[in-house]
Every structure is written in structure tokens, then in C-alpha cells.
């Protein structure tokens, strides 16, 4: 009803501005003398202008026009529906009087009033709702500093201007050239390093950081400056897939910390990752974690035949089934309640469903947990992976696309022992099997559960303390769906027995997400919310490695993508650990499951402290990282 009225308001404005036009014209004609003015010829031709006109208006769909976010193409249709409009209004008054007593120059000065009074308005209502003139509640809108006079900064401006909450007051760019300009009348005030002054300058109430596009380095420099300013600050995502996505307020966001330690957008080849997954049955175990419920998301988006999710937790997969389901309802969902362990359900579901593609993502991680349950991190983690994988080979899966860590390199804990042993099972049965096996290897994902950025968080809002095992613990981390598209990248490059390494780009000092969680929370480290260290756990690392020694990397001709050239093992001796660990883990021999596990994984250490001196060791790896991106691609299955 109210649409309604405010539509029946905007139809009467127009007539009364026609009505108006046809006085105004042809008062002109006559110097607005009311004496010397033809007033009969003038109101009995004004029905048949008012209803020409008033046709010709609704005809070309000027009431579609929202005054509101009146604009170039509403001008536009102005101008046409009254240029057509004035040509029709002639042609009825001839053929209803011939025109007689009726001026020749009225009929050319009535379009030219007719636009102004119909335009005018609609400009005026526009720039008082943008620019809030004459509003007394622009007095309350909060003062904002754009961070980035770029594309995103000037489309989030437009829309602060139609918004009664923020006023843009002004930019701060780093390109001298814009410093001094005006982009939809708001000034560029300086570079973005003159932030805290400009800030008490113009008694700034809010910042927002407009660069979806910034590297890690120059946003962990703005939100340090931000930071110094103790004024709110937002930011807009991170840059989008699409160039006609159009930045708005309600996109903003609190800094987090993917945003500091994010990395510069994924470069895929979404054609072939499209042409290899669409229509395809696939399969995802542990689906309904961190790592999985991503790829569930990302694959369902690329329009499979159907989507297989196996998981043992019944919420997790309750929670998945029912996200899909509303985002995808025409791709047929399957929830599977199932351990991976038990080799019966596997074979069950593989035989109803036979899927073309695997990605194995179920397994355990928690390491100092997994460390005192040795039996349950083989069951897991190795004779989970051998069912599965069994089972893709009977029956016929194309790919079998296995998930691993960099705690798989020179483990110092169980849970890198059990994801190694996979890794070796699944590299060296490829050569067996029709099925190619692939396995992805990466180190952290941020915030998936029971990694440190959740923990950290839960600290924070108890109010602290923080606690960090150790003050040089250094750590590789990526975002959870960097990694989940990098892993379907990877699926579509190998044809079976690779070991493709992704790039985590440099380290971080697990103090220094530390600090950045808390100052992001609006607090200071060591005042607000104390860091205590407490020590390393057992099985744990001062750092984590992404190759072994004797792993030469080559390059894959994807920048994030690397292959690593391991050694390959007598699949006998590796058949005969298997059993032997098999029924150990049913006899819950956990002495004998440990010495199976450091047979089989010789490089297997009990360190539980690192020497200081194998940090250094970190800086030769990371140039043997880069150098390796240098080398020349070659046949992956020529390296075993």
C-alpha cells in the first residue's frame, strides 16, 4: 500500500509538472502578459496535452525510475519520453483543432520546461538524500576516512552517500598524482602514512580500509597505523573473482586476522577445474570438517553429477547437508554417516554411490591428543586411508586425491608418522592400481578447529591469558579456501603417484598472531591480555618443513603449486608393515603399533625440543623453495 502511494505521488507530481510546462510555455510566448494571453485556447487544449503526455510517460516507463538512485539513464529516459511526448502533443492538438490559437513557440518552449521540471526535482531529491542537505540527521552520521582512492574506495564512497550512518569526509591514497583531488566531491587528503594526523584534523569517528586488493605486507602496515589512531576500523573483503562486484557498506567488516596474514588471491585455471569436476559422482571424506566442508562448498559450485559426504561426526554432517542443501538444491546431496575405519561401511558406500573423484580429508590432527593415543592415530589415520584407498581400486574411482601435512616431514610426532605412512601407501599403490592417487601436502589452515586462531579467540574474550608454547614457535598458515582450491588444482594436474607441495608463502611467528589477535580485538598485549608462554608440547616443532632433504622440488607451471620428487618403496615391505600395524591396532598393541610406526617412518624422531640452531636451518629451505620454482617442469610420473 505504501509503493503504492508513494507511486500514485510521483505519477500526480508529473502530471502537475506537465500542466505547468504547457502555462509556462505559452505564457512565455506572450512575455507572461495575462492580459494579452489567449487564455481559452490555452485551457481547452491542456486535457489533450496533460493525457498525451501522461501516455507517452507511462508508456516508456519513467514510474520504473527510483528518485532515490535517480541517474545518467533516468535523465536519458526523461529526455526521450519528453521529446516524444511534445512531437505527439502537436500531432493531437492538429488533428483536434488544427493547432488554431495555439503558439508555434509554445509548442517548441513547452519540452524544453517540461525536462527541467521533471529532471529538476528528481536531481534535487537525489543530492538531498546523498549528501543529506537540509537533513538535521546528517548531523549524527559518523565522519569516515577512506583508506584507498581506488575503484573499491570510490564505489564505497557512492554508497555512503546515500547512507544516514557515514559521511565520507575524505581519502588517503599513496599515489601523489590523486593527493589534492576530488572524487564524488570528497577531497584526497594526503598519503596513508599521515593517517593519526589527519584523523585529529577532521575529528575522524571511523577509518575504512578500501583495498581488496593490498598484500600481506602493506595491510599489516595500514592496521598498524589504524591501530595507533584507537578509532574504530573496518575493511572490505578481500578481492573478489568478478570485476563487476560493486563494494557497499554492507560489506564491511572488523579487521580479523585473514586479513593481515591472507595472501594475495589464488590464480586457478577455473575452466579445466570446471571441465574436470562437472558432472562427475564425488566423494569427500571427513566432509563435514574444516578442510572438507570447503571442498564440499567449492566442488558444488562446479556442478557435479552428485556430491557423496562421508563423515563420522553426525552434527558436522547434519550441518554441511543442510548449508548445501539451500545454496544447491538441484545437486543431489548424499550425507553419509560413517567411520573410515571400518572397511564394510566403506565398500558399502562405494558400491552404492561409485564415485568418480575421492578427496580424503577425513583424519586426526591433534597432536599432543594423538601423541598419547598412538592406536587410535594409526586405526585413523593409516588403516582409514588403506580402506578408503582399497576401495576407490575395486572399484574403479578415477582419482584418489589424499590430503596431507608438513607435519609428514621429518616427524617428530605421531600424527606426522600416520599421515607420512599414507603418504607413502597412497604414492606407492598407484603403481598397482588403475586408480591414480594424489596426494596434497600443506601446513596450517586459519581458523580450522582445533588450529590456534579459534583457541586464541576463545583466550581473548575470557580475558586472557594467551598461551604460546614457545616464544621463536614459527608456523606456515593459509586461508581455508586458498587451500581447498589449491587441492582441486592439484587434483586435475597429476596422473597418479605425485606429491604436489603447496606454497604457504613466509612463516609466522605464532607471538606475533598473538599480538595482532588481541590489538584486533581492541586491546594491548601484555597490559589487556597477558602472553605466557608455556612451553613445547610433546611432538611438537619449533617449526615445520614442507619437503625432506632429498625432496627436489619442480616446478608444476602453477606459481603455488609445487611437486615433490620423493622415493619410492618395495610395495611388499610396505604390504607386510600394513598388516603387521593392521593387527596390532586390533590387539591395541600400542608398543608394538610404536615400533611398527618408527620402523616404517625411520626419519621418525622423539625430540620433543628443538635445538635454537635448527631455526637456522629454516632460511636454506625457504631459498631451496624458491630455487625450485625455477626448475624446469618435467613428467611427474618419470619422479618416484
Same mark, same amino acid.
Given at each position: ?9 510521483v505519477v500526480?507530481?508529473?502530471?502537475? &509538472?506537465v $500542466?505547468?510546462a504547457?502555462?509556462f510555455?505559452?505564457s ?9 494571453? *489567449?487564455?481559452g485556447?490555452m485551457?481547452?487544449?491542456l486535457p ?5 503526455q ?9 514510474y520504473?525510475?527510483?528518485?532515490r538512485f535517480?541517474s545518467i ?6 529526455l526521450r519520453?519528453?521529446?516524444?511526448g ?6 493531437t ?8 490559437g ?6 517548441i518552449?513547452y /519540452?524544453i ?6 529532471g ?10 546523498d549528501h543529506?542537505?537540509?537533513n538535521?540527521?546528517?548531523?549524527h552520521?559518523?565522519?569516515v576516512?577512506?583508506?584507498? =582512492?581506488?575503484? =573499491? ?5 557512492r ?12 581519502y588517503?591514497?599513496?599515489q #601523489?598524482?590523486?593527493?589534492g =583531488?576530488?572524487?564524488q566531491?570528497i ?5 596513508i602514512n599521515k ?9 575522524i569517528d ?9 598484500s600481506n605486507?602493506?595491510m599489516?602496515k595500514?592496521?598498524?597505523? @589504524?591501530?595507533?589512531?584507537n ?7 578481500? &578481492?573478489?573473482?568478478?570485476?563487476n562486484?560493486?563494494?557497499?557498506v554492507?560489506e ?10 591472507g ?14 569436476y562437472v ?12 578442510i572438507?566442508?570447503e571442498l564440499?562448498?567449492?566442488i558444488?559450485?562446479?556442478?557435479p553429477a552428485?556430491? %557423496?559426504i562421508?563423515?563420522i $561426526?553426525?552434527?558436522?554432517?547434519y ?5 548445501l542443501?539451500?545454496k ?7 550425507a553419509v554417516l ?8 566403506v565398500?558399502?558406500? &562405494?558400491?552404492?554411490?561409485?564415485p ?5 580429508a577425513?583424519?586426526?590432527?591433534h597432536v599432543?591428543?594423538l601423541q598419547?593415543q %598412538?592406536r587410535e ?6 588403516m582409514?586411508?588403506r580402506?578408503?584407498?582399497l576401495?576407490a581400486d575395486?572399484?574403479? @574411482?578415477?582419482t584418489?586425491?589424499m ?8 616427524p ?8 607420512? $605412512?599414507a603418504?607413502?601407501? @597412497? ?5 598397482l592400481?588403475?586408480?591414480a592417487?594424489i ?10 578447529a ?10 581473548? =574474550? ?11 614457535i614459527?608456523r606456515?598458515?593459509m586461508? %581455508?579456501p586458498e ?6 588444482q592439484?587434483?586435475i594436474m *597429476? ?6 607441495v603447496l #606454497?604457504? *608463502? ?6 606475533y ?5 588481541i590489538r584486533?580485538? *581492541?586491546k594491548?598485549p601484555g597490559e589487556d591480555?597477558? %602472553?605466557?608462554?608455556t612451553?613445547?608440547r610433546?611432538?611438537e616443532?619449533?617449526y615445520? #618443513?614442507?619437503?625432506y632433504?632429498?625432496?627436489s ?8 603449486i609445487?611437486?615433490a620428487n620423493?622415493?619410492k618403496?618395495?610395495?611388499k615391505?610396505?604390504e607386510?608393515?600394513?598388516?603387521k600395524?593392521?593387527?596390532? @591396532?586390533?590387539e591395541?598393541?600400542?608398543k608394538?603399533i610404536? $615400533?611398527l610406526?618408527?620402523e616404517?617412518?625411520?626419519e621418525m624422531?622423539?625430540?620433543k625440543?628443538?635445538?635454537?640452531k635448527?631455526?637456522?636451518l629454516?632460511?636454506p629451505?625457504?631459498k631451496?623453495?624458491?630455487?625450485s ?6 613428467? /611427474?610420473r618419470?619422479?618416484?
Open positions: 500500500m505504501k509503493k503504492m502511494n508513494l507511486r500514485v505521488s500526480m507530481h508529473d502530471i502537475l &509538472m $500542466s505547468l504547457w502555462v510555455a505559452y512565455t510566448r506572450y512575455n507572461f502578459n495575462l492580459y494579452g494571453i *489567449g487564455w485556447p485551457i481547452s487544449s489533450f496535452v496533460i493525457f498525451t501522461g501516455l507517452i510517460l507511462w508508456w516508456l516507463k519513467l520504473k525510475g527510483v528518485w535517480a539513464p533516468d535523465l536519458w529516459n526523461i519520453s519528453v521529446v516524444v511534445a512531437l505527439s502533443v502537436a500531432a492538438l492538429f488533428l483536434v483543432n488544427r493547432l488554431q495555439i503558439p508555434r513557440a509554445s509548442l518552449l /519540452p520546461f517540461l525536462i527541467l521540471l521533471l529538476g526535482p528528481r536531481l534535487v531529491y537525489r543530492m538531498w538524500k543529506g542537505l537540509l538535521i540527521n546528517s548531523l552520521r559518523k565522519r576516512l577512506i583508506i584507498g =582512492a581506488g575503484r =573499491a574506495g570510490d564505489m564505497l564512497a554508497d555512503m552517500l546515500r547512507d544516514h550512518d557515514f559521511m565520507p569526509i575524505g588517503l591514497d599513496d #601523489e598524482k590523486l593527493v =583531488a576530488k572524487m566531491g577531497p584526497v587528503l594526503g598519503a593517517l593519526p594526523e589527519i584523523v585529529d584534523k577532521e575529528e571511523s577509518i575504512v580500509i578500501a583495498i581488496p586488493s593490498a605486507s602493506a599489516q595500514i592496521v598498524e597505523l @589504524c591501530e595507533h589512531t578509532i574504530p576500523f573496518r575493511t572490505l573483503p578481500r &578481492m573478489r573473482g568478478s570485476a562486484h560493486h563494494p557497499s554492507s564491511l567488516k572488523e579487521v580479523a586476522i585473514e586479513d593481515i596474514l595472501r594475495d588471491p589464488v590464480s586457478l585455471d577455473w575452466k579445466n577445474i570446471r571441465n574436470h558432472g562427475k559422482t564425488i566423494l569427500v571424506s571427513g566432509g563435514g570438517g574444516s572438507g566442508s564440499c562448498r567449492q558444488s559450485r562446479l556442478g552428485s556430491l %557423496i562421508f563423515d $561426526s553426525e552434527y558436522n554432517l550441518s554441511i547437508q543442510m548449508e542443501g539451500e544447491f538444491p538441484n545437486i543431489p546431496i548424499h560413517g567411520d573410515v575405519c571400518d572397511d564394510k561401511a565398500e558399502h558406500m &562405494m558400491g552404492k554411490y561409485h568418480d573423484i575421492i578427496f580424503h577425513a583424519a586426526y590432527k599432543p591428543m598419547e %598412538i592415530a594409526v586405526y585413523n589415520n593409516v582409514g586411508t580402506n578408503l584407498a576401495a575395486k572399484f574403479k @574411482c578415477s584418489f586425491i590430503i596431507s601435512t608438513d607435519k609428514a616431514v621429518n617428530t610426532n605421531v600424527m606426522g608418522a600416520t599421515k607420512r $605412512s603418504e607413502i601407501f @597412497c604414492q606407492n599403490f598407484d603403481a592400481s588403475e586408480t592417487f596426494t596434497v601436502r600443506f601446513g596450517n589452515v586459519l581458523g580450522s582445533g588450529s590456534v586462531v579459534p583457541l586464541f579467540q576463545e583466550q581473548i =574474550a575470557n580475558g586472557g591469558p594467551i598461551t604460546v608454547t614457545h616464544p621463536d614459527i606456515y598458515f586461508t %581455508i587451500a581447498s582450491q589449491l587441492i582441486m592439484s587434483g *597429476g596422473d597418479g603417484g605425485e606429491i604436489y #606454497e604457504m *608463502g613466509e612463516p609466522v611467528k605464532i607471538t598472531l598473538a599480538e595482532q589477535m584486533l580485538s *581492541g594491548k591480555i597477558e %602472553i605466557v608462554y612451553g613445547l610433546p611432538g616443532k619449533l615445520e #618443513e614442507l619437503f632433504k632429498d625432496e622440488l619442480l616446478d608444476t607451471g602453477h606459481s603455488k609445487l611437486l620423493s622415493r618403496s618395495d610395495w615391505y610396505i607386510e608393515m600394513m598388516n600395524m593392521s593387527v596390532a @591396532c586390533i591395541f598393541n600400542e608394538e610404536k $615400533s610406526l618408527k616404517f617412518i625411520p624422531s622423539d625430540t625440543v628443538q635445538s635454537k635448527q631455526l637456522d629454516l632460511e629451505r625457504e631451496k623453495l624458491a630455487t620454482k625455477k626448475e624446469t617442469a618435467t613428467n /611427474p618419470t619422479f618416484h
